[in-house]
């Protein structure tokens, strides 16, 4: 069974500043692992994922994310905040590309003028 | 750009009452799934659809629910007798490759 644990429900940046989303998962088997950006009132998109090719991946928006095997971790970065990024995060797993998800709890991202 | 719609937005009910919370996939995709988000929860896994049988469920997906294709462009989850831990945001979702999500049905159980 697959899970993914998110590290800190709420984060706050100032605009231009660095985003840091933590995600550590949990899978019996190699994962795929997943980014989901869901803003208010709307449904999930993705942002990147990770399928066992290269390590670091880049996804929409400026968003990046590194698969770290050895820290069972997949922690999503973005250089420099923008007032769009306010949203809610989302870290998922899977066992493969198109079984059922797994979602970690969610982190919502404010960004201060 | 081809999306997952559902309708409808938003579906407020009486306890005990049928709802049918319908979502149309992107047209080739061959797998499909319902989530669930209760407020302020994670979202959770409730079923995959594939070659018109159920895939996978999960606990949360009891004898109250059950899915269907009818057509071969619809997919639809019913809920046989709501209850009040019903209430929530419904996904849908549909892959070939990865998954992509519709906008939800928000169902309100009274």
């Known amino acids: 069974a697959q899970s993914v644990t998110q590290l800190g429900s709420h984060v706050s940046v100032s605009e231009g500043a660095l985003v840091l989303l933590r995600c550590n998962y949990s899978?019996?088997?190699?994962?795929?692992l997943f980014w989901y950006v869901q803003y208010p009132n709307q449904g999930l998109q993705l942002l990147l994922k990770?399928?066992?090719?290269?390590?670091l991946v880049k996804g929409i928006n400026g968003f990046e994310a590194e698969f770290k095997k050895s820290e069972t971790s997949f922690h999503l970065t973005k250089p420099s905040a923008h007032m769009s990024d306010a949203a809610e995060y989302f870290c998922?797993?899977?066992?493969?590309?198109?079984?059922?998800?797994?979602f970690g709890a969610g982190t919502t991202v404010t960004v201060r003028a | 750009e081809p999306e997952v719609t559902q309708t409808p937005s938003h579906q407020v009910t009486q306890m005990g009452q049928e709802v049918i919370l319908r979502c149309v996939p992107i047209?080739?995709?061959?797998?499909f799934y319902w989530y669930r988000q209760i407020l302020g929860q994670k979202v959770e896994f409730l079923v995959s659809?594939?070659?018109?049988?159920?895939?996978?469920k999960s606990e949360i997906f009891d004898d109250q629910f059950s899915v269907e294709r009818p057509d071969g462009s619809n997919f639809t989850l019913k809920i046989r007798s709501t209850k009040l831990e019903d209430s929530a945001m419904y996904f849908c979702?549909?892959?070939?490759?990865?998954?992509?999500f519709g906008p939800g049905t928000r169902l309100t159980v009274l």
């Open positions: 998922a797993v899977s066992e493969r590309n198109d079984y059922k998800l797994s």
């Open positions: 047209s080739n995709h061959l797998y």
């Open positions: 659809f594939y070659n018109n049988e159920i895939s996978e």
């Open positions: 899978s019996s088997v190699p994962p795929y």
């Open positions: 990770y399928t066992s090719a290269a390590t």
């Open positions: 979702a549909s892959s070939e490759i990865e998954q992509f």
